[in-house]
């Protein structure tokens, strides 16, 4: 997608932006229940906890991850802001290089410069993306920079340091994870088919938005956090009840297996959700079970690809798009960690 203006915002479709039903969201939650007590019912022997016990437990990690990601959220949205309505027009292309891969390169690492985790990444990618950013340059900065953060690369090495290459592995893998990602995207024939109806509506309103900046900025926020914070909410809900009713020790079990516990790792990566900048931590108490190969695809994949910020994400890419990136990154992270398992 070539850009032939520095304020240009993906187009808008004829057709207006599909509001979202909350029905769709209370039936999820009926779905959720009744799931609940049919496994109560048919299979007790696969959760040790009483049904009430684990309906807590579930409750409480929704509300930990919703809190833990919430001012990360607050800071990508004013980070959106400063770069929608503060900046220079084109102070961001002035900076970037005129070749394709070039540009994806230079944004894969702009994540370090930004203290910011996966969720606060999303709103800070669409105020690029309403800026003239290309979708596929702004997948490249979304996917790399939870792992190129400053935090995440502090965190890792505090937990691994250099032992067994983890380090090296998860930063090496998730640069070039963006940049193919990146890549493939920047060959879809329509790239505004990637985005959603409702984002090519917002950067229509936000590129037409008149005033003094500091009213746009209040009308930015509001904006953004509209969009951002249902998928939030719901993703931190669905987090939280995936942890409930999938029985944990049933992927511990084959942690031994050089194969198998890769797939385990990476199941568990999409449905725990832990933040970025902390889930190297999480990760150290696998160690002692788990092969070095299972432990980077766990921390390549849960940043990129957990429910919490495939809920964010959705506010912005299309379904479709979105099968693509998971496919990718789960595959690639297959890849490296059987590399690392036989290699290492």
């Not at 959720?32 to 040790?48: E, G, H, K, Q, T």
């Not at 959220?73 to 290089?97: A, E, F, N």
């Not at 299309?318 to 590399?339: C, D, E, N, Y």
């Amino acid at each position: 997608m070539s850009i032939s203006a520095p304020t240009r915002a993906p187009r808008t479709t004829d057709a207006s932006p599909q509001k979202r039903s909350p029905w769709i969201a209370v039936a999820l939650g009926v779905v959720v229940i009744a799931v609940l007590f049919a496994v109560d019912a048919f299979a007790p022997a696969l959760f040790p906890d009483a049904l009430p016990d684990r309906a807590q437990d579930g409750l409480t990690l929704a509300l930990s991850v919703l809190i833990e990601a919430l001012p990360f959220v607050v800071l990508g949205v004013v980070l959106s802001i400063v770069v929608q309505v503060w900046l220079p027009p084109d102070l961001i292309h002035r900076w970037l290089p005129r070749a394709g891969w070039a540009r994806r390169a230079v944004l894969s690492l702009l994540g370090m410069l930004i203290p910011v985790c996966e969720c606060g990444n999303v709103p800070f990618a669409r105020g690029l993306m309403m800026r003239g950013l290309a979708p596929a340059e702004a997948m490249t900065f979304l996917i790399a920079a939870p792992i190129v953060n400053p935090i995440v690369i502090i965190t890792t090495h505090a937990a691994f340091g250099f032992d067994g290459g983890i380090l090296i592995a998860r930063l090496v893998g998730g640069y070039l994870i963006a940049n193919l990602i990146g890549w493939i995207y920047s060959r879809h024939p329509d790239p505004d088919a990637m985005l959603t109806r409702r984002f090519t509506a917002t950067c229509e309103r936000v590129t037409h938005e008149h005033g003094t900046p500091t009213r746009r900025s209040l009308t930015q926020f509001l904006i953004e956090l509209r969009a951002v914070m249902p998928a939030l909410v719901i993703g931190s809900a669905l987090a939280g009840a995936v942890q409930v009713l999938v029985p944990r020790d049933m992927l511990l079990a084959i942690g031994s297996n050089p194969v198998l516990s890769i797939v385990a790792m990476i199941l568990l990566a999409m449905t725990v959700a832990i933040c970025s900048n902390v889930d190297a931590f999480f990760a150290l108490s696998f160690a002692s079970t788990f092969s070095s190969g299972a432990l980077i695809a766990f921390l390549l994949v849960g940043p990129l690809v957990d429910i919490k910020m495939l809920a964010l994400l959705r506010t912005t890419f299309t379904a479709r798009t979105l099968v693509g990136i998971v496919a990718v990154v789960v595959l690639s992270a297959f890849a490296i960690g059987i590399g690392v398992n036989v290699f290492g």
